[in-house]
């Protein structure tokens, strides 16, 4: 019996165990309860993937041979989607997502509950995942611990600069979204909570979402027993970069379904935003009584177009030539969003810098590259790499922060401690720059503090071995005055630089000066 079983599994690849069970008992005329104890019993070849189950007990087998095969994985994907209802939508949202998501997403787009009875928990599905290694977690510089798949994409890795290019768009969207349900008041002004904002996740019921706010418009309010007014709920999820199927769908509308059950939750407005919908997603959507947007219904078509082309031009970071018009567009699209401004400018800054790297330094320029220390597993992400054949290699942290803010210290201190040593490690184990001079450099359209001012002046003194400097708002402007570019130097000042804040602040300590020695010369 084993050697047919190994045939029926070299002819029809893995499977689960109830598949494998229905083909034994049709193409041998045996019962079904026949062929379900001899597949039970197995051979030795045969495998069972560990940590995740099915409906029936089923379990996904496959031939010791076909393990890691794109047999296997796409074996594997197709019995997931098709027949876990617990393991299914945390699949396809990744799927949808490229493959890489930030870990503390995971919880918001698999369809699971954070803890429910008679529900898997999203720790839970997410531990599993992670043991029977269809997912990993491993360490993006830049966003933080992110969670991948390991062998379902086809091609290459996934994509850190779509990432990356999704997060920025998407954050700048959630802003915009919540300054629409604030004005219309659709929810408690200071009430909308949004991903990555704060420590808490924005949460209705069991279950964490993009944006969530307590709404008391008339159709959403109920009334308790004492007379009052108990709030309905908003409840947002998003997705840019790319259409939303059916299948890509799923998690929200497990979300909704599972969240119905609940006795004790009020009344909820559904919104899923992306940039488009099949068909049939989109016709699934308004069947379960979900708003299906995009930005170009919620704000128009300059916003859509805005947000498309800043996704486009982040994603295509490593080209980096970048016309400064396009930065123009962009704050002018999307800088009527309340708070859109300062994640364009972090988001934007390092091509400034590139751009001016390339002029003064040296054509051969990358961004964000990440290093990586094989012995400790450790890596660093440099924001602008510069190489000047044979002579020197610039590693720059960018920060483009408000003209008024003042950066972090400790943002400063990691960088001194913890960056500049990896990188520097790397370099000296570099065939081609281990004999170059190695430039460490900290750019930001902000400014420094005196503590973190003196870090600097201190690891400066006390090292020969390579060198470290530092330029704040001003020293950025002035490097840029040397490159003599015209419209770069327009793009820097406008959005970069000359900010209504910053000429408040300044007024504001002119006039302290000004005091200052009327009062000395008293």
Not at 139 to 159: K, R
Not at 225 to 231: L, T
């Amino acid at each position: 019996m084993s050697n047919l079983l190994k045939e029926l599994m070299n002819n029809h690849g893995p499977c689960l165990s109830t598949d494998l069970t229905k083909i034994l008992a049709k193409e041998h005329s045996l019962s079904e309860e026949t062929a379900r104890k001899r597949v039970s019993r197995g051979f030795a070849e045969l495998k069972r993937l560990p940590y995740l189950t099915f409906p029936r007990k089923a379990r996904f087998i496959y031939l010791q041979n076909d393990y890691n095969s794109p047999q296997y994985w796409e074996a594997l994907k197709k019995s997931i989607l098709d027949n876990s209802p617990a393991y299914g939508p945390a699949l396809a949202s990744l799927i949808q997502r490229g493959g890489l998501i930030p870990k503390e997403h995971f919880h918001i787009v698999c369809g699971a509950p954070l803890r429910q009875k008679k529900h898997l928990s999203s720790e839970i599905i997410l531990s599993r995942l992670i043991r029977a290694e269809v997912v990993k977690e491993l360490a993006v510089p830049g966003i933080g611990p992110c969670i991948a798949l390991t062998g379902m994409l086809t091609g290459s890795e996934p994509d850190v600069n779509q990432l990356r290019a999704r997060l920025v768009t998407e954050a700048i969207l959630l802003k915009a979204i919540r300054m629409w349900v604030r004005n219309l008041g659709i929810a408690s002004f200071n009430k909308v909570a949004l991903r990555d904002e704060g420590n808490m996740m924005p949460k209705v019921g069991t279950f964490v979402w993009d944006l969530t706010g307590p709404s008391y418009l008339a159709p959403m309010v109920d009334w308790n027993k004492q007379g009052k007014p108990v709030p309905g709920f908003i409840a947002c999820d998003i997705l840019l970069g790319s259409e939303v199927d059916e299948i890509g769908l799923r998690p929200f509308l497990q979300k909704i379904s599972t969240l119905k059950s609940l006795k004790r939750i009020g009344r909820c407005l559904y919104i899923f935003v992306a940039d488009s919908y099949t068909s049939l997603a989109f016709r699934k959507a308004k069947e379960k009584g979900i708003i299906p947007a995009t930005p170009e219904t919620l704000f128009g078509s300059e916003v859509a177009q805005g947000l498309a082309r800043l996704t486009e031009v982040l994603t295509q970071a490593a080209k980096l030539s970048i016309n400064p018009d396009v930065f123009d567009e962009l704050f002018q699209r999307l800088g009527k969003i309340e708070g859109a401004t300062g994640n364009l400018r972090g988001a934007l800054f390092e091509f400034i810098v590139a751009e001016l790297v390339r002029q003064t330094i040296s054509s051969q320029v990358m961004l964000n590259q990440i290093i990586k220390d094989y012995e400790t597993g450790a890596q660093a992400e440099v924001d602008v790499l510069a190489v000047k054949k044979n002579r020197t290699v610039h590693f720059i942290e960018c920060k483009g922060y408000h003209p008024s803010s003042v950066v972090a210290d400790d943002e400063v201190e990691r960088w001194l401690s913890n960056r500049i040593p990896l990188i520097r490690k790397y370099a000296l184990q570099h065939p081609e720059w281990k004999h170059l001079e190695l430039h460490f450099e900290f750019w930001t359209t902000g400014n420094l503090s005196n503590i973190a001012v003196k870090m600097i002046d201190k690891a400066k003194a006390t090292t020969r071995k390579y060198e470290i400097e530092y330029r704040n708002a001003m020293a950025v402007q002035a490097y840029a005055l040397e490159v003599k570019d015209p419209s770069l130097l327009k793009t820097l000042n406008n959005h970069f630089l000359e900010h209504p804040m910053l000429t408040i602040e300044t007024a504001v300590e002119k006039q302290k000066a000004r005091a200052k020695r009327s009062h000395n010369e008293k």
